[in-house]
Nanobody, 116 residues
């Protein structure tokens, strides 16, 4: 079993920054992929950013390219999402995701609210 604990959400004005953290209960080096999803009220959950172990590439949704950066610290078993130039449309609950073998694990989510 894998536990993922997110932190770092909050309320910020448009143009501001936040850094989300996701602490895993297992060595993150061996995860097939780790990433961040978000879900706004009435909308489907969408992939925001992901790191894939196989080719060590990062994926970003078009809506966040150039503003968000995903990174990881293997020594701390933690994945981060640095969010800059935040917009009101970034308001969502952000979820950490980890893929171990063929199983998806999710954190409890952290609320990000961007005021205009």
């Amino acid at each position: 079993q894998v536990q993922l604990v997110e932190s770092g959400g909050g309320l910020v004005q448009a143009g501001g920054s936040l850094r989300l953290s996701c602490a895993a209960s297992r060595n993150i080096f061996w995860f097939n992929a780790m990433g961040w999803y978000r879900q706004a009220p009435g909308k489907q959950r969408e992939l925001v950013a992901r790191i894939t172990r196989a080719d060590n590439t990062n994926y970003y949704a078009d809506s966040v390219k150039g503003r968000f950066t995903i990174s990881r610290d293997n020594a701390k078993n933690t994945v981060y999402l640095q969010m800059n130039s935040l917009k009101p449309e970034d308001t969502s609950v952000y979820y950490c995701n980890a893929v171990w073998d063929t199983t998806d694990y999710w954190g409890q989510g952290t609320q990000v609210t961007v005021s205009s």
